[in-house]
T-cell receptor, first 111, second 117 residues
């Protein structure tokens, strides 16, 4: 059973555009929602994370929007750049439990 | 800070041999480390949780006798793939959490690419 559902599977965006990746979860006990960026042949790197007490968190060009009632959260990449081309994973956890990863979104930013 | 290293980054071995992969937390102590496996274009699959000084906890479907995990110190965990076969070829990634930290905040290593011929 996939604890965290992620879409789309792949995404192509023009340079300068906005990339949007969506995730949904069922377990209301989750209280930590990180996003990871992974380049080919590398381990995932923490990009940005949010806790459910806020609806939005912004760090540079990256923004997480969180909708607790809908049990959904999304990553927005503003002014997308070719260097942002990577696979993005959303995840969820509670403090005591392991991370549950989404299935990943392969982002390609076209120059 | 919070850097995790893995060694080797890439290994090719013959079928039937054993391969050891090291995971180190370079600038922090990690009472808990995790081992993941990732197939091409797929998500990370948790294999086991490694606790310093105690036996690892394996996820359902992961053979503990095939994937031996040792967490001998607060900065080192090892994964040994015993009698490796071609189907064990994969990308193995470890992660660590700060001592006293929660399991959500994991720092990942760069991964080890295993190819079994």
């Amino acid at each position: 059973q996939q604890q965290v559902k992620q879409s789309p599977q792949s995404l192509i965006v023009q340079k300068g555009g906005i990339s949007i990746i969506n995730c949904a979860y069922e377990n209301t006990a989750f209280d930590y929602f990180p996003w990871y960026q992974q380049f080919p042949g590398k381990g995932p790197a923490l990009l940005i994370a949010i806790r459910p007490d806020v609806s939005e968190k912004k760090e540079g060009r990256f923004t997480i929007s969180f909708n607790k009632s809908a049990k959904q959260f999304s990553l927005h990449i503003m002014d997308s750049q070719p260097g942002d081309s990577a696979t993005y994973f959303c995840a969820a956890s509670t403090g005591a439990n392991n991370l549950f990863f989404g299935t990943g979104t392969r982002l390609t930013v076209i120059p | 800070g919070a850097v995790v290293s893995q060694h080797p980054s890439r290994v090719i071995c013959k079928s039937g041999t054993s391969v050891k992969i090291e995971c180190r937390s370079l600038d922090f102590q990690a009472t808990t480390m995790f081992w993941y496996r990732q197939f091409p274009k797929q998500s990370l699959m948790l294999m086991a949780t490694s606790n310093e000084g105690s036996k690892a906890t394996y996820e359902q479907g992961v053979e503990k006798d095939k994937f031996l995990i040792n967490h001998a110190s607060l900065t080192l965990s090892t994964l040994t793939v015993t009698s490796a076969h071609p189907e064990d070829s994969s990308f193995y990634i470890c992660s660590a959490i700060l001592a006293g930290g929660d399991r959500g905040t994991q720092y990942f290593g760069p991964g080890t690419r295993l190819l079994v011929l």
